[in-house]
C-alpha cells in the first residue's frame, strides 16, 4: 500500500526554498559589489601604472627640450586566463558571494531532500521540481567547478539565473506535494529526468559563458580599435578564447547526458506507449535541442565555427532548451502533459 504524501514536511521543504532564495539573492548582490569594486580597483591601479610611467619620460623630454609623448601601458586586459582558483588578487566581496553561494546550495538541497522524502519519491515529478532540482544542480556544479577553476566572474550570471529559475519554479508552478500520477511510476522517471536535469544545468552555465563570451569579444574588438574601456568589469573576466574553449568543453558534456536522455525516454516511451519515437511535441524539441548542439560541436570542431558564430550556437541552444521548458509544456498538449504545470 502506497504511503501517504506527509505534508507538513513539504511545508518545510517550502520554507528552506525561501530561506534558499533569499541566501542567493545576497549571494548575487556581492557578486556584483565584487564586479563593481574590482573593475573599479583595476581602472585606478592601471591609472596609477600610466602615471608612474609617462612622469620620468616627460620630465626627461622636458629637460632636453625636446617634444613631449606620453607613454600608454599595456595594462591588464583581461584576467588570468589559466583561471586557477586561488592565482588572482584576494577579493573580499568575492569570497563572501562564494560563501553564500555555499550556505544557498546547503539549504536548497535540503529543500529538495525534504521534499523527496515528503512524497516518498525523487524529486522531480513536475514542472516545480524539476525547475527547482535543476536549479540546485546549475549552483552545485558550479560551485565543484569552482574548486578547480576561478569561475567568480561569472557567479553574478550563474546566481541570477538560478534566482529566477526559483522565481519562475514558485510564481509560475506552484505545486503542492503529491503522489505521481500511473503514467509517472517508472524507475525511468529517475534515470531519464535526473539526465535531463543535470545537462540542462550545465548548459546553464556555458549559455552564461558564451554571454560573457560575446560581451568580450566586443569589448576586445574596441580595445584593438583604439576606443575606450567602457566596460571594466570584463577585466575580471578572461579573454573570449579562453570562455569559449571552456564553454565548448563543458558542452561537448552535457551533449553527452542530452544524448542519454534522448535514448532513455524513448525506451521509456516504448515500455509506456509501446512505440520509441511519436512525435510528440515534446519529443521533438528534445530532438531540436540535440540536433543544434551537435551541430555546435560539429561546426566549431571541423567547419571552423569559432568565436561569436560558435557562442550564439550555443545561446540559441539553450533558448531551444527554454522554449521547450515552458512553452512546449504549458501551450502544446501532447503525451507530456501530465507533468503537473
Known sequence: MPQPVNAELGQVSELFMLLASIAYVAA???????LVRSSTTIGSLETRLAEEKATPALAGVGARGGSTSTAVPAG???????????SGPRRGSARIAVSLTVLAAVIHGAAVVTRGVAAHRVPWGNMYEFCTTGAFLVAAIFLITLTRKDLRFVGSFVVGLVVVMLCAATVGFPTPVARLIPALQSYWLIVHVSIAVAS???????????????????REAKLL???????????????ALSLENLAYRLNAIAFVGWTFTLMAGAIWAEQAWGRYWGWDTKEVWTFVIWTVYAGYLHARATRGWTGTRAAWLSIVGYLCIVFNFTIVNIYFSGLHSYAGV
Open 28 to 34: 548575487l548582490i556581492f557578486f556584483v559589489l565584487d
Open 225 to 239: 580599435a583604439g576606443k575606450a574601456d567602457t566596460a571594466r568589469f570584463l577585466r575580471l573576466v578572461p579573454s
Open 76 to 86: 591588464p586586459a583581461t584576467a588570468d586566463d589559466s583561471m586557477d582558483y586561488g
Open 200 to 218: 540542462s544545468a550545465l548548459f546553464t552555465i556555458t549559455f552564461a559563458m558564451s554571454v560573457l563570451q560575446l560581451l568580450q569579444s566586443s
